[in-house]
Nanobody, 121 residues
Framework: VQLQAFGGGLVQAGESLRLSCAASGRTFSGYVMGWFRQAPGKEREFVAIISWNGHRSRYADFVKGRFTISRDNAKNTVYLQMNSLKPEDTAVYYC???????????????WGQGTEVTVSS
């Protein structure tokens, strides 16, 4: 089982990025998929999660209205559209898969390697 995240990069404040995370090795259509991030010197934190059918989603307060999570089960892929990026969004972003719709990262069983997002002011 492998999760591969990509789409990170260096952007200026106010710009957008779209992260993708493709799962391989098994299908995750019945599982919750999510994004977490870890900024330099900080703990990893919840960003957004989406239910297995895409009907439910949840966002951290600091990304509400700016980020949108979506998924394509046919492609076994979850996305994170990030708009109006801020320097404080700078972090390594990790995708994760779990069985429970929860923001608690310890409930997620599979993790991607992370993709780095840097937002300059």
């Amino acid at each position: 089982v492998q999760l591969q995240a990509f789409g990170g990069g260096l952007v200026q404040a106010g710009e957008s990025l779209r992260l993708s995370c493709a799962a391989s090795g098994r299908t995750f259509s019945g599982y919750v998929m999510g994004w977490f991030r870890q900024a330099p010197g900080k703990e990893r934190e919840f960003v957004a999660i989406i239910s297995w059918n895409g009907h439910r989603s949840r966002y951290a307060d600091f990304v509400k209205g700016r980020f949108t999570i979506s998924r394509d089960n046919a492609k076994n892929t979850v996305y994170l559209q990030m708009n109006s990026l801020k320097p404080e969004d700078t972090a390594v972003y990790y995708c994760a898969v779990g069985a429970t719709f929860t923001t608690t990262q310890y409930n997620y069983d599979y993790w991607g390697q992370g993709t780095e997002v840097t937002v300059s002011s």
